[in-house]
């Protein structure tokens, strides 16, 4: 399978705790993306890399979280001192960098804060 | 602020029939619209998408046709079939940028 994978695919945690999701983008692909969907809702962006630079953060993203992708290839979100307001499914993509490449997604981690 | 607006919300349609979603955008600096359908549990998966120097675009039974004037684009889907049963989002971005979804329309075809 040469598609964008995540794992954990679910994570349960309590208030308080730290998690961090892995996402391997397909390979060759310079440019790796997360986005948070809630339900009902559009995946909403979060932050960006090109290669190990990232490139944007979103004004939504708190300093309780950070990305990472330290050498071009995967990469790792990490939320520290989750809150309720944290549970999402957290998506992972990635592209070419493109225009018309398209931006391909993971099948996400759902994360519930208890 | 919402730059890409999208309805109705959901949408009925019977086998055979014809699905029609609208997106409108604010945001004239987007020159990318993509479409993607979502199957509960899953990641969006891409559809299609058009640049807004052409009007229509189509791939088998789906079409985006395209208003730059308007700031509107639209996705058919023709001779609907129950396994099109999903969520669909349009979503717009500036080259290739961070994407923006609209809010999504859930479309159930029933047999």
């Known amino acids: 399978d040469t598609g964008v994978s995540q794992d954990p695919r679910h994570k349960i945690t309590k208030r308080g705790q730290n998690v961090t999701f892995r996402c391997d983008p397909i390979?060759?692909?310079?440019?790796l993306y997360w986005y948070r969907q809630t339900l009902g809702q559009g995946p909403e962006f979060l932050t960006y890399f090109q290669n190990e630079a990232q490139l944007e953060k979103s004004r939504l993203l708190s300093d309780r979280f950070s990305a990472e992708r330290p050498k071009g290839s995967f990469s790792t979100l990490e939320i520290q001192r989750t809150e309720q307001g944290d549970s999402a499914m957290y998506l992972c993509?990635?592209?070419?960098?493109?225009?018309?490449?398209?931006?391909?997604f993971g099948p996400g981690t759902r994360l519930t804060v208890l | 602020q919402q730059q890409v607006k999208q309805s109705p919300q959901s949408l009925i349609v019977q086998k055979g029939g014809i699905s029609i979603i609208n997106c409108a955008y604010e945001?004239?600096?987007?020159?990318?619209f993509p479409w993607y359908q979502q199957f509960p549990g899953k990641g969006p998966a891409l559809l299609i998408a058009i640049r807004p120097d052409v009007s229509e675009k189509k791939e088998g039974r789906f079409t985006i046709s395209f208003n730059k004037s308007a700031k509107q684009f639209s996705l058919h889907i023709m001779d609907s079939q129950p396994g099109d049963s999903a969520t669909y989002f349009c979503?717009?971005?500036?080259?290739?940028?961070?994407?923006?979804f609209g809010t999504g329309t859930r479309l159930q075809v029933f047999p």
């Open positions: 979503a717009a971005s500036r080259y290739t940028d961070k994407l923006i």
């Open positions: 390979s060759e692909h310079n440019r």
């Open positions: 945001n004239t600096a987007f020159d990318y």
């Open positions: 993509a990635s592209s070419l960098g493109a225009l018309e490449a398209g931006q391909f």
